[in-house]
């Protein structure tokens, strides 16, 4: 009777899905029939996957209905938080937790003769994200959510991802990420919601009745957008914001003249030509039509998104009003052309003179940087620009001009002033600097570290900050703990509720009870167990993937992260080098068993970073192929590293490598969720790293190399041959290196790294080896004590509460976009629907 009256049943217009075992069951047997068209006996893995996930998602729509009609019908301010890629990770897990049905779920489908956990791992993850940029967002997204703070993040629904890395002779190969093979039911398509975007053509002037200067653009081409909407759910709440990302379509799929007289290739080529725009994730922008792309994509997505709000905005009140009902967050440059287009929108499309449109448009819009390297600061061909967006890059002028009229105005006679902070780069082939136009136009502008937002004050954007102290400010990044320790590391989160209730999942700062516990030696011999556990996994899984064995036992040291010179794994495998070095010699004093785990992908072009790839097979090889050194090491590479394979190994680590050079990593949150699930932290004082060290304490924390402030000061007079000369050890280790030692003796293979490591070495490499052994002998000495090792471990852990995501959006909310929290009622109170119109 009890199940019965839980079960999905409809009131009048209330619909009502049950949470318990029984209604699950029923529900998951009728999307195999209803949806699916299968039934028990011929269904396959993937069909009770897509089964389930439709049964789960229905249940978060339930929500998400609720939550976006409080949030139309209510006054309140919106965040609309455009990104490039949001790198969600697998669906199903996250959204069992923040519902909290996992048990139930588990048992019905129990009942059934599945397992929860085989389907789990079935899932594919969404290609929608790369790095840390787009973790980011997918945090950022579920705190708030979590925090009750209405929000919609824009950005494309990618066809393809990247790409997925493998493995062929040490090289990193790239396959075509087709991760929508299968479908993705959690999302819901709107193909109903059309806007149009415009490309090329030409602008014409004139005025209108009232003398007014009114300018048409014509474009050359259209193409088309319409959403797919995804539900993020929040931890605790009833709140339910969503991803709205775009994909486009041809204004006409089908020259249907051209398909008559046979020219079928003319038929289709508008249509090809639209999709291609969200086919896929930073496609390689070396050609001048990859640039063109790229272009295309940021265009793209940021006038659907503003289009969209325009169209939200006049269903409750006028267009002057956008700023107050829209908080928009950059998140880095990718989505800077939202500035001309929002420009362009009031101005050309809603009739507002400019003084009223900036007026909006520096309201509504802010920028976080995260980037303090210049190569990596957007900069578009000024060509291309003026070809592709002839209209934007007018409003680009004429931001540019009144700008500049300003800079002189405030440092009269300065014209070298004025170059540097242009719109317009015009020295070599003129191009426009999105960081700046993000900057000029923005009400505020915030680093993501504390050592990242001084820096770029003191460097990359000195100039503005000089004019506008008041638009810089901080907000440091941080993690969600519901995916990066309850979902991903469930023994310990169940080790941590026991000790100090479930508080902690949406207050982190909760963690803090757990500080007492180290010094309880039973406490101690429980987390070792569960960190034990999860190696043991780790192992089980690589030996099934990989075919390698590692030892659970053994110090397990991960560096897992976007491969890069600036983050240093080079430095990583040359204290690799010198390990295996030792071991050659017999010379084991002062080691511990340890593995190397290494994982990150390369940019495709980034022909150094594949090198480096090939390097950490290369010392793999000569490891495994040495009975002396494969009793004591391993170093193993895992590819197609993601969030799914993220979820495996940060439970696992013991030492979590973040080794940058100092004042070059933004801030780092590999770095947060190593160190959630306990793992000690060798690194360097760059990004984050600081304030990880302020926070846990500098005991357990274990810090080298030199300062952002010594790299900065020694550049000009650095000799890399000078350091080689005073330090026989390392020089051999390079000319080991240079002589084919790891490439089976190429000489070649490594000479690339080889020159740039004795002839610049523009990332202190060499600069930082001494003091980075030094250190990992320091790591040794600490592991060996293991009472005192979990003491840190179980400190760390306890000391992180300020790196959840959580706080980082409170901290938008307050000092940049200025939004409240809007509760969404309960089922038991919610109006029926066809109340919310």
């Known amino acids: ?487 991903a590391n469930p023994r310990l989160s169940g080790l941590i509720t026991e000790a100090i209730g479930d508080g902690w999942l949406i207050n982190l700062e909760r963690l803090r009870g757990l500080e007492p516990f180290a010094e309880d030696a039973a406490f101690r011999a429980r987390w070792r167990a569960v960190k034990r556990a999860n190696k043991e996994e780790l192992a089980s899984w690589l030996f099934r993937r990989l075919g390698v064995e590692v030892d659970p036992s053994a110090l397990l040291d991960a560096q897992c992260k976007r491969i890069h010179e600036y983050k240093r794994q080079l430095l990583n495998l040359l204290h690799a080098a010198w390990m295996h070095e030792r071991l050659r010699r017999g010379e084991t004093e002062g080691l511990v068993p340890r593995t190397f785990l290494l994982a990150g992908k390369a940019a495709p072009g980034y022909a150094m970073a594949k090198l480096i790839i090939r390097l950490v097979h290369g010392v793999a090889a000569a490891v495994e192929a040495d009975p002396k050194a494969r009793k004591l090491m391993r170093l193993v590479f895992v590819p197609d590293f993601n969030v799914k394979n993220a979820q495996r190994i940060y439970p696992a680590a013991d030492l979590s490598e973040q080794i940058s050079t100092a004042g070059m990593e933004a801030s780092g949150t590999g770095n947060m969720k190593f160190a959630l699930s306990g793992a000690l932290t060798i690194g360097t004082l760059d990004g984050a790293n600081v304030e990880i060290r302020e926070a846990v304490g500098e005991e357990n924390f274990f810090l080298f190399g030199l300062t952002a402030e010594q790299v900065s000061a020694s550049r000009a007079s650095y000799q890399p041959q000078a350091v080689l000369a005073a330090d026989p050890e390392l020089s051999q280790l390079v000319e080991a290196l240079a002589e084919g030692r790891y490439s089976s003796g190429d000489k070649e293979l490594y000479a690339p790294l080889v020159r740039s490591l004795r002839e610049r070495d523009p990332f202190f490499v060499l600069a930082d080896f001494r003091s980075y052994v030094d250190c990992q002998r320091r790591v040794s000495r600490a592991f060996e004590d293991q009472e005192s090792w979990t003491r840190a471990s179980i400190l760390n852990t306890a000391r992180m509460g300020g790196f959840s995501s959580d706080r980082s959006i409170r901290e938008y909310a307050a000092r940049v976009w200025k939004v409240e929290p809007v509760e969404v009622a309960p089922e038991s109170r919610a109006e029926p629907l066809s109340r919310a119109g």
Request: proline fraction near 4%; aromatic fraction near 8%; glycine fraction near 8%.
């Open 1 to 487: 009777m009890l199940a019965e009256k839980q079960a999905q049943r409809v009131e009048g217009e209330r619909i009502h899905l049950g949470m318990d075992a029984a209604s699950i069951r029923k529900d998951f047997v009728e999307k195999l029939f209803f949806e699916l068209m299968k039934f028990p006996g011929v269904a396959t893995r993937s069909d009770h996957y897509l089964a389930l996930a439709h049964v789960v998602r229905d249940r978060l729509l339930e929500r998400w209905v609720r939550s976006a009609r409080t949030f139309l019908e209510g006054r309140h301010r919106s965040v609309i938080y455009l990104s490039a890629e949001y790198l969600l990770g697998p669906q199903l897990g996250n959204a069992l937790l923040s519902l909290g049905i996992e048990p139930p779920v588990r048992e019905a489908l129990s009942s059934l003769g599945l397992s929860l956990d085989e389907l789990l791992e079935h899932e594919a993850e969404p290609g929608l994200g790369n790095g840390g940029l787009g973790r980011l967002a997918a945090c950022f997204m579920d705190s708030l959510a979590t925090l009750k703070l209405p929000a919609i993040g824009h950005g494309i629904r990618y066809e393809f991802g990247i790409f997925e890395q493998g493995i062929r002779d040490g090289w990193q190969v790239e396959r075509t990420d087709r991760w929508l093979r299968l479908g993705f039911p959690w999302e819901v398509q709107r193909p109903e919601i059309l806007h149009t975007v415009g490309f090329g053509g030409h602008t014409e002037h004139g005025r209108d009745e009232q003398g007014r200067l009114r300018v048409l653009w014509l474009p050359e081409r259209f193409v088309k957008g319409y959403p797919s909407d995804t539900p993020v759910l929040g931890s605790g709440t009833e709140n339910t914001n969503f991803l709205r990302l775009w994909t486009a379509a041809a204004g006409e799929e089908l020259d249907l003249g051209a398909f008559q007289v046979g020219d079928y290739r003319r038929a289709v080529e508008d249509k090809v030509r639209s999709e291609n725009i969200t086919k896929i994730l930073y496609p390689n922008d070396s050609s001048p039509a990859g640039k063109q792309l790229r272009l295309e994509q940021q265009h793209f997505f940021v006038s659907c998104a503003l289009q969209d709000c325009i169209r939200l905005l006049l269903q409750k009140t006028s267009i002057r009003e956008l700023a107050d009902k829209f908080a928009i967050q950059l998140n880095d440059t990718h989505p800077t052309l939202a500035i001309p287009e929002l420009m362009r929108l009031l101005m050309d499309e809603h009739g507002l003179s400019w003084d009223e449109a900036w007026s909006i448009t520096t309201r509504s819009i802010s920028y976080t940087n995260h980037t303090l390297m210049a190569e990596a600061l957007e900069t578009w061909p000024l060509p291309l620009f003026a070809r592709l967006l002839p209209r934007h890059l007018e409003i680009v002028y004429e931001i540019n001009r009144r700008f500049l009229d300003e800079v002189r105005s405030r440092f009269p006679g300065d014209e070298e002033r004025v170059r540097r902070m242009s719109l317009i780069d015009e020295s070599g082939e003129k191009s426009v600097r999105m960081a700046h136009l993000a900057t000029a136009a923005s009400h505020t502008v915030n680093g993501v570290a504390a050592l990242h937002s001084r820096l770029l004050r003191e460097t990359v954007l000195r100039d503005f900050a000089e004019i506008y102290p008041e638009r810089f400010t901080n907000v440091t990044n941080g993690v969600t703990p519901r995916r990066f320790l309850a979902l």
